[in-house]
């Protein structure tokens, strides 16, 4: 039971760590850490003074580290930090300008990712680079094929397999397709892919964003075999709880530069934390108390099912009021984006129903006929969807309105009072530069946001709901869009915000329900302890239903 | 994000480039001559004066634009919309048909309302060759490009069977409709002489130019001024925004590959009303594909595809004058070039931009 | 029309179908690599036609073949470097091979023979010729068996080859390291690239091969099914080849199945021709239709739904 809390809390509560060495302590105690078995002197890998320019991004300053052999090494940034460059280099995926890369004292040129796996060096991206149509085998044995045909390697990989399964936890059907396992077999065959290749040194890229509990469980059981076989392992992450419970050492990247390295036993996660964000800037969003009103949307049993028929949304209830803010936790993938997709009208419900001012909703299935009804729609992935790259700020401004008749009678649409209405809009909410003519690519991940939000809040809506409004966005941003959403609050309108922040979730919501795999888990108030919302997006804890 | 794709300024994307590529596929062009043992330098020689030396000349190259245009047209609103129409050829043949009926049928009639109505009916057999595709891309996910080519072949098929069977007079030795003795579209040349007594030369130049003007600008205006427009342009550019915006891509493609037929249908117009004043076999004669080379060279802006228009009228009637003077280079060296084009112009039209990045981007810092 | 054609009309399908084979195993390879090629068409077209030159001049297919291989190649080679190297819109670059090579057969067939864009008429000694298998004049007559032996014997060696190419392909594809490599890249190339594999020449590899095949096509078309080139003689093969690719769901053998009925169909059209229905005699025009009206039957998926290489017609860029 402890080790399902430990990594479901993990994903949600990256920043805050009052309580988190206790559950260091309960990993402890597992056997889950522990000292490093080798006492090898000689280091693994070295990295020497690399450095990394993408155009204008500095992605990697002078990195300098060294990583044990026999150990498990964590490094932890936050986004953007460059700790997925500063690994793309170690694996040939990039070439550092400047600096050298040393494998057990020597020297390597690491040209290409060949190269890297010549030298025992294996990673597990972040996305995984697999073929979903493959079998296991035969994603195993790409690239390691040993000659012209394949048979022989296939009967190899399979021995190898059953071997690999028995010394480290890793069991998968290595004929079984593997765009039809789930996310942690997958997983599992990116690691098997890299050990039947002879890694001697294996990196993992926020290994954990995509499991569910269990599945990063098991991880870091497997995880701490290997190093008790004396594989090295690479952990990068953003999350400070995975650093306490399993590495040995950890490094810490700010803006491109490692900042600090410690033994993970003498070090604390407040210790941590600071070297990571420097001096935290804390949010904070003032508030009254909230003046709910008559019931704006209603959620009844709502079910949605994906083209293989899982239930992504699984039976979910709830309702929204006016004049308040209702937050959804959860960790990403627990069905948060399905859902909003049902209410927006993108997605068809499979069963239940979506009431929105009394009347149902969710039969439209129409995102244009649900606004109509005056709902309006932050979406989660501002790029893809919010707006259109190639059009100019004024006309993803009117995205989804384009067919108010105050644009333009009937066919129509009056491009003087498009421009007009976007730099009136833009004006507001302090887009920069606010010049409705410019393409929305140019514009700053904030300032694109902002594009949006103007766009859906100033159409005036009932229930406006919002999906990682400050994904990807600068604190200055954050700010301004924090308050406008309080303010369409204050204002008497309903929002319905959807977010993987915990922290924002908990400035902003009046009520916070927590999703886990597509089920509502429990409802809090604001001041709720984070420790008990952590419980109910681990999918641990339950309120009765 | 890479070099490669940096933003230069607007006029190298919208001028330079397509230039260069131009005058790259030219070259090309010019090679091609040379190995078939002509002087490259002669034959463009031949084909300016053939074609802008004379008013004769000008008066086959607005002919030949007019075509174009409306091909031209065609490919750009799919274009828009993120589609291939390969099949303007076709579209424009099958138009044929409407437009000859209406003119053969009605020839009792006025020309105020047998031209409209021909106009019409010509765009609205043009545009259901293509809302088919469309229909079908669109609910069956079939292959836009290779369907447009089938109705392109089902097209030449039909076409001959009902010049032979229905249009063709019993009797007649050639295989087209009789003379429309009622209503037509008149050249220039006839007005000239009929209004204004003045003799132009001999040339198919006719007033169905006005109506590729106004089709280049109701394009326009469709594409940047209506919210159909908007719309075609937001599931061609963005297909998931699109239906976040509640625009339903399976109902804008079929009515953005219609409107784009039934452009390709008007040059039926031109080419039955405007000039044979018949129905002959074939006459599309490869505009349809010409349209796909000043799309992409015209950017798929009504003004750029006017200007392409012009420039392909050029090589077209340059061309036939060079195959006069030098017999070695056959007619079909414009489908060359139309090739060297598509190919500069279409695929490898980033292929200058690294260096045009160099030249406009002195190295950072 | 009577059952005793069927011999003779079956013959004439594995003919027609040969091109079409061909082209389909082109595209096969071509897309299962993640390269989309509209431009087997005119892949098949120029081979057609510098085959056809190459033996009328040289006096030998043989030396055609071998011309038609480079020039298909070559084009091939304008293709992956637009695709692969340029990432152009593969689309546009298939139209416009497909338009390169209808004008230029046109242009230097007129230059170099003055026959209008022809190519003169080739002697036995210039084409792939029929081979008779041995023993197969001795079934003639025989029931059945001298049916059997009027469609299988009596082909060119280009025939022959082409139905050996079929298993051959299904065979790479599924047992070789080429095989899984190549597709592996049309479904995810990242993975392959971090596997060390370079996705560029796996493409290269895969867009060499569609050229080979499509030169075999063209060449066939020209010095066999025909003799000699005429413009545009390829006529829409390479469409219906995709279209039968994608009925196939870019699988070998059901690729064969697909083209042999593509092949029947017109195989059975040239029998149709001036057949009555009652008193109402089909028209020719109708009977040239059919297999462009199959095509467009088959692509609407009214007989199945196909899933095409996930990569295919995506340029590969290394993100970060």
């Known amino acids: 039971m402890a080790g399902l ?67 498990i090494h964590g490094i932890i940034g936050e986004n953007g930090a460059g700790k997925s460059t500063l690994m793309s280099i170690l694996f040939g995926f990039y070439h550092a300008d400047k600096g050298e890369i040393r494998i057990k004292d020597k020297p390597v040129r690491i040209k290409s990712s060949s190269d890297a796996i010549a030298h025992g060096i294996g990673m597990v991206h972040q996305h995984f680079m697999l073929v979903d149509p493959f079998t296991v085998l035969e994603n195993v044995v790409l690239g390691a094929e040993g000659g012209a045909l394949i048979g022989p390697a296939l009967a190899k990989a399979r021995a190898e397999l059953t071997r690999l399964a028995h010394d480290y936890e890793l069991d998968v059907d290595p004929d079984a397709v593997v765009g039809t396992l789930p996310v942690g077999l997958q997983q599992r065959v990116e690691i098997l892919k890299a050990l039947f290749k002879g890694a001697e040194t294996l990196i993992l890229d926020e290994p954990t964003g995509v499991l569910t509990p269990d599945e990063a469980d098991h991880l870091f059981r497997i995880l701490g075999t290997l190093r008790d076989q004396g594989k090295t392992v690479i952990l990068i992450t953003h999350k400070l709880r995975e650093i306490m419970a399993i590495t040995d050492r950890v490094s810490v990247m700010r803006r491109g530069e490692v900042v600090a390295n410690f033994a993970t036993k003498s070090t604390s996660v407040e210790e941590l934390a600071e070297a990571m964000v420097g001096r935290r800037v804390l949010l904070r969003v003032e508030k009254a108390k909230a003046t709910p009103g008559e019931t704006v949307l209603e959620v009844r049993n709502l079910t949605w099912k994906d083209g293989k028929g899982v239930a992504r949304v699984d039976n979910v209830s709830f309702s929204v009021r006016k004049g308040e803010i209702v937050g959804i936790a959860g960790v990403s993938g627990n069905g948060q984006s399905e859902l909003l997709d049902v209410i927006a009208g993108i997605a068809r419900p499979t069963s239940g129903q979506v009431i929105f001012e009394g009347k149902d909703i969710g039969v439209l299935g129409d995102p244009a006929h649900v606004r109509a009804e005056g709902l309006a729609h932050v979406p989660e992935d501002r790029q893809h969807r919010g707006l ?74 009932d229930l406006l709901i919002v999906g990682q409004p400050t994904r990807g966005v600068d604190i200055g941003a954050i700010e301004f869009i924090h308050k406008r959403l309080i303010l369409l609050r204050d204002q008497g309108k309903a929002v319905l915000l959807v977010s993987v922040e915990l922290d924002e979730i908990r400035s902003l919501s009046d009520r916070i329900l927590v999703m886990f795999a597509g089920r509502i888990m429990g409802e809090r108030g604001p001041g709720a302890d984070e420790r008990e919302i952590g419980l109910l997006m681990a999918g641990v804890a339950r309120d009765a239903a | ?95 044929g048909a409407g437009a000859a009926t209406v003119g053969l049928g009605l020839e009792f009639l006025p020309w105020p309302i047998v031209i409209p109505l021909a106009i019409v009916v010509a765009a609205a057999i043009g545009a259901f060759w293509a809302w088919v595709p469309g229909l079908l891309q669109a609910k069956r996910g079939s292959h836009i490009v290779i369907t447009t080519i089938m109705f392109n072949y089902i097209g030449i098929s039909l076409m001959q069977y009902l010049i032979n069977y229905w249009f063709r007079p019993v009797g007649k030795m050639a295989v087209e409709s009789r003379e429309i003795t009622g209503a037509y579209i008149m050249s220039f040349r006839e007005v000239a002489r009929a209004f204004f007594d003045i003799r132009l030369p001999s040339a198919p130049l006719n ?131 139309q090739g060297l084009v598509i190919l500069f112009m279409g695929a490898l039209e980033y292929a200058f931009r690294p260096w045009l990045a160099a030249i406009f981007f002195k190295p950072e810092d | 029309m009577d059952l005793s054609l069927l011999p003779e009309i079956l013959a004439s399908t594995i003919r027609l179908s040969v091109p079409l084979i061909l082209a389909c195993l082109a595209g096969l390879w071509s897309e299962r690599s993640g390269i989309v090629d509209i431009g087997l068409e005119g892949k098949m077209l120029a081979a057609a036609f510098i085959a056809a030159s190459a033996s009328a001049v040289y006096g030998s297919a043989w030396i055609g073949l071998a011309c038609a291989l480079l020039v298909s190649v070559g084009l091939a080679l304008v293709h992956g470097y637009a695709s692969i190297n340029q990432r152009g819109n593969q689309v546009v670059s298939g139209v416009a091979i497909n338009m390169l090579a209808s004008g230029l057969a046109v242009v230097l067939g007129n230059t170099w023979f003055k026959e209008g864009g022809r190519t003169p008429a080739l002697s036995e000694a210039m084409r792939f010729m029929p081979i008779e298998l041995p023993g197969a004049s001795l079934l003639k007559g025989v029931p059945l068996l001298g049916g059997i032996a009027t469609i299988v014997s009596g082909h060119s060696l280009l025939t022959y080859l082409t139905f050996v190419l079929v298993p051959l392909t299904a065979w790479a594809l599924s047992r070789t390291r080429f095989g899984l490599r190549l597709r592996a890249v049309g479904e995810n190339p990242h993975a392959v690239d971090t596997a060390g594999i370079s996705v560029a020449r796996l493409r290269y590899q895969a867009v060499i091969i569609a050229g080979v095949l499509c030169g075999i096509a063209g060449t066939f078309i020209s010095t066999s099914l025909s003799a000699g080139f005429v413009r545009d003689m390829s006529a829409g093969r390479g469409f219906m080849a995709l279209a039968a690719l994608i009925f196939a769901n870019w699988r070998a053998w059901p690729a064969l199945a697909a083209c042999l009925l593509f092949g029947f169909l017109q195989a059975g059209g040239n029998y149709l021709q001036g057949v009555h229905i009652g008193e109402f005699e089909i028209p020719v025009q109708f009977i040239n239709m059919l297999p462009y009206v199959m095509t467009v039957v088959l692509l609407a998926g009214f007989i199945g739904k196909s899933i095409p290489p996930r990569a295919s017609g995506i340029p590969y860029i290394k993100d970060r």
């Open chain 1, 5 to 71: 809390v430990r990594s479901g809390i993990s994903l949600a509560i990256e920043r805050m760590g009052k309580w988190l060495p206790a559950f260091a302590g309960m990993t402890e105690k597992m056997g889950g850490a522990g000292n490093p078995k080798s006492s090898n002197t000689v280091p693994a890998i070295e990295l020497v003074g690399i450095d990394k320019r993408f155009g204008s991004v500095h992605a990697n300053k002078n990195v300098t580290l060294s990583i044990a052999q026999g150990s």
């Open chain 1, 388 to 461: 259109i790259a190639d059009f100019d700020a004024s006309e993803s401004e009117i995205l989804g309105w384009h067919r108010d008749e105050s644009l333009g009678k009937g066919f129509r649409l009056d491009r003087a009072r498009v421009i007009a209405r976007a730099r009136a809009e833009m004006e507001e909410f302090d887009v920069r530069p606010p010049d409705p003519l410019l393409k929305s690519a140019k514009f700053s991940g904030g300032n694109q946001q902002k594009i949006i939000l103007a766009r859906e809040i100033k159409r005036d809506p």
């Open chain 2, 1 to 95: 994000m890479t070099g490669a794709r940096g933003e230069l300024p607007a006029w190298v994307d919208v001028g330079l480039i397509p230039l260069l590529n131009l005058i790259v596929a030219l070259v090309v062009a010019g090679l091609v001559v040379v190995i078939i043992g002509e002087n490259p330098f002669e034959a463009m020689w031949i084909m300016l004066q053939g074609a802008v030396g004379s008013l004769k000349g000008w008066g086959y190259l607005l002919y030949y634009a007019t075509n174009f245009v409306f091909t031209g047209l065609a490919v750009a609103v799919a274009f828009h919309a993120g589609l291939f129409n390969s099949g303007g050829e076709g579209q424009a043949y099958v138009a």
């Open chain 2, 207 to 337: 007033f169905t130019v006005f109506l590729a003007i106004a089709a280049a600008a109701g394009v326009w205006y469709l594409l940047w001024r209506t919210k159909l427009g908007y719309e075609i342009r937001a599931v061609g550019s963005n297909t998931e925004a699109a239906i976040y915006a509640g625009i339903k891509p399976d109902r804008i493609i079929p009515i953005a590959m219609a409107i784009s037929g039934g452009l390709a249908g008007l040059m039926a117009v031109n080419e039955v009303l405007g000039v044979q004043h018949r129905l002959v076999l074939e006459y599309v004669g490869g505009a349809g594909f010409v349209g796909i080379a000043v799309a992409l060279l015209g950017r798929s802006h009504p003004v750029g595809i006017v200007l392409a228009s012009m420039l392909f009228g050029l090589l077209y009637q340059g061309g036939s004058e060079l195959s006069f003077a030098k017999p070695g280079i056959n007619r079909d060296m414009i489908v060359v070039i």
